[in-house]
């Protein structure tokens, strides 16, 4: 999926998020984001960057000088960033890479295939996806349902099934996502307590 800051011109996936500096030299671990995490992260892969516009990062790519599996983490160092300090200051940052048109990725979809797509939860479509947006932690598919947006964790837990020949998206959203739970009563349990009784009382007396 590309993001609006990102490069129109070409399809790119993105396929981590850098979550935290390991070590002392340099080491990032790494969310991924993709299936082939061995073939996307050789040694000379470069990345465009994600990152806010006041990091010193802004507008640069970054290159991967090596992958690990530590104690089942995945760990990536990237050239030019050597020590600690310089790791911290790509805490959060996304990575996305140029797409081989035919080297298609698993389990990744850009925007334009979603937007469009029906929503469809218990076989019923309850609305339609209207944008993508990229947040650091998690992507969001804002679904219009009647007047209302309603921002969609765009996760497998939430949505497992993506089907775009079929044109729709299949939630499973947790309770209170696309409705208003009702208001829990505090006292209702005494009134309902009360008019028990009262109604016994009037069965007794009659």
């Known amino acids: 999926m590309v993001p609006k800051d990102r490069n129109q011109g070409k399809n790119q996936l993105r396929v981590g998020r850098l979550v935290k500096a390991h070590g002392l030299k340099g080491a990032l671990k790494l969310e ?3 299936d082939n995490p061995e073939r996307r992260f050789i040694p000379g892969a470069e990345f465009t960057l994600q990152v806010p516009e ?3 990062w802004h507008g640069k790519t970054i290159t991967v000088r090596e992958y690990r ?18 790791a911290e200051s790509l805490v959060r940052a996304i990575l996305w890479i140029d797409q081989d048109a035919d080297e298609p990725e698993d389990n990744a979809w850009y925007d334009h295939q979603l937007v469009g797509l029906d929503v469809v939860r218990d076989d019923a ?30 996760v497998e ?8 020949a079929r044109g729709r998206v299949i939630v499973t959203p947790p309770a209170g996502l696309f409705e208003d739970l009702p208001e829990s009563d505090p006292d209702g349990g005494e009134a309902a307590a009360a008019d028990a009784g009262e109604s016994a009382d009037s069965d007794a007396t009659d």
């Open 54 to 56: 006041a990091s010193p």
């Open 69 to 86: 599996v530590m104690n089942a983490n995945s760990v990536v160092f990237f050239q030019d960033v050597d020590d600690r300090d310089a």
């Open 32 to 34: 991924l984001y993709t």
């Open 125 to 154: 479509v309850v609305g339609h996806v209207v944008r993508v947006e990229h947040m650091p932690a998690q992507d969001l598919l804002i679904v219009k349902v009647q007047e209302r947006e309603i921002m969609v964790p765009f």
């Open 157 to 164: 837990a939430i949505v497992p099934t993506v089907d775009i």
